[in-house]
């Protein structure tokens, strides 16, 4: 005679998570995914691992993004925009363009506090550790690349302003140190940045960068 109890359901048993469609759940599944390459790295992060930190199972996750790859891609993507976005934000809406240590200036501070305040946006784009995935290392690479190039849109003109000849060629140059540098400013912060606040680190740089060392 067949049993008449209904069948034992597994202890552990993950709670289903609310009903939502792809478009929704991937901001959640992004989130989730974003604290775990930053404590471990792309090697050492799992879709399973982003399921739990989701509170979803790995089918849900799957459902958002085919693989680890396209899901650390869309991650890159939306940091690389926040960061885009908050270093705009932050900068002063009237510079003085001929005034090369103020523009410089209001530009590391601009960086600095975006990182203070999306550090681990700044990490995802920045210092991912992409796992040897040559695909990763090159999306890392062009989203450093987006943020170099906005900085040389700002920098051409400013330049053709205050009389520097050849100013395309040497925006990008430009652009480079000042994005080496706020990198290694960015660092500071992020790792032992109690002595220094956003303003003040933007200020030295600024005026090193702009008057060279003996500035400082």
Known sequence: MASSQPPIQPAAARPRAAHLGPERRRPLVLDAARRLFVEHGYR???????????????????????????????????????????????????????DLQTVITAGFTALFKAARDEPDSWRIVFVSEH??????????????????????????PMLESMGVEEARRKAPVLSEL???????????????GKDWTPEALGEYLGRVVARGPGAA
């Not at 000042?178 to 032992?192: H, I, K, M, Q, T």
């Open 131 to 156: 796992g040897g995935e040559p695909a990763i290392a090159r999306r890392v690479r062009r989203a450093r690349t987006a943020v170099v190039a906005r900085l040389t849109e700002m920098a051409e």
């Open 178 to 192: 000042v994005a080496s540098v706020a990198e290694g400013g960015v660092r500071l912060l992020l790792s032992d």
């Open 44 to 98: 050492g992060t799992s879709m399973e691992g982003i399921a739990d930190a989701a509170g979803v199972t790995k089918p849900v996750v799957y459902r958002c993004y085919p693989n680890k790859q396209e899901l650390f891609r869309a991650l890159l993507e939306r940091e690389e925009q926040r960061l885009l976005e908050a270093v705009t934000a932050a900068l002063p809406t009237e510079l003085d363009p001929t």
